[in-house]
């Protein structure tokens, strides 16, 4: 008959780190232990200490370890089809979150939800991705599509087509929005010459573009801010 000597430690871990996540909530604890939190259920019977720490210290962040692609997640010992699943599944989560917070709002009166909505959603991809966020008349977002993905430098953007699309679901305005994988959130020639290439189409058929924003790691950038459109 055992007894609570025989109990694994790692049970008693996970009963205090648990109550420390009721008493103060998951932003007082680093990323490695909230991510712990999640691996608990994954992987019920192990100390998945080491293994949380491996996953912070190789991705970086609990949000790119989240956003790491499952081909790079299987690289690493002690990760298993059904713990990756797990993992994306708390991934889509999270953006279905911050996308509810902007979703049938005026956009432009709810712009911090707006930024971090295209963080959460673009910004540790591995690949870079152009996104278009589609606004009605009171700037109330109606649609948000992914018009192209690419390579990690580079994504083909056509602006004829982006417009085409604006058209089709009647929108009244558009916020672009990609990302920079190298993390640097600094726009490029390319990107201003893209966006106002959009505006210049867009204008005269009576389709406003707000901004153009790019994120990555290391924060965002805003092409009317910085005042190049």
Same mark, same amino acid.
């Given at each position: 008959? #055992?007894?609570?000597?025989?109990? +694994? ?8 780190? !648990? ?8 932003? @007082?604890? +680093?990323?490695?232990e909230? &991510? ?5 259920? #994954? ?5 998945v $200490?080491?293994? @949380? $720490? ?10 790119? %370890?989240?956003?790491? =692609?499952?081909?790079? &997640?299987?690289?690493?010992?002690g &990760? ?5 699943v ?5 991934? @889509? ?7 509810g917070?902007?979703?049938? !709002? +005026?956009?432009? =009166?709810?712009?911090?939800s ?8 673009m ?7 152009f996104r *278009? ?11 948000? /599509? ?6 990690v430098?580079?994504?083909p %953007?056509?602006?004829?087509e982006? %417009?085409?699309?604006?058209? /089709? ?12 994988p #190298?993390?640097?959130?600094?726009? =490029?020639?390319?990107? %201003? ?7 210049e189409?867009?204008? +005269? &058929? ?15 950038? #805003? *092409?009317?801010?910085? $005042?190049?459109i």
């Amino acid at each position: 008959m #055992s007894g609570p000597e025989d109990t +694994p430690h790692y049970h008693g871990h996970r009963d205090r780190l !648990r109550t420390r996540f009721t008493e103060v909530g998951g932003d @007082a604890m +680093p990323d490695y232990e909230l &991510l712990e939190l999640v691996l608990f259920r #994954s992987i019920p019977r192990r100390d998945v $200490k080491p293994l @949380a $720490k491996e996953l912070v210290r190789r991705f970086g962040s609990f949000a790119e %370890v989240l956003a790491a =692609s499952p081909a790079r &997640l299987m690289e690493i010992e002690g &990760l298993g089809d059904s713990i990756i699943v797990d993992l994306k599944i708390i991934e @889509a989560s999270a953006r279905r979150l911050a996308k509810g917070a902007v979703a049938k !709002r +005026p956009v432009l =009166s709810s712009w911090s939800s707006v930024l971090e909505y295209c963080r959460t959603a673009m910004a540790f991809m591995d690949k870079e991705q152009f996104r *278009l966020l589609f606004l009605d008349k009171r700037n109330a977002l109606i649609a948000d /599509e992914v018009q192209q993905s690419g390579t990690v430098d580079h994504t083909p %953007v056509y602006p004829r087509e982006v %417009v085409k699309r604006a058209l /089709e679901l009647s929108a009244s305005a558009l916020i672009l929005v990609h990302n920079h994988p #190298s993390g640097d959130p600094t726009p =490029s020639s390319a990107d %201003v010459k893209i966006t106002r290439d959009i505006i210049e189409i867009a204008g +005269p &058929l009576g389709i406003a573009v707000h901004d153009h924003i790019i994120v990555g790691r290391e924060g965002h950038a #805003s *092409l009317k801010g910085l $005042k190049l459109i």
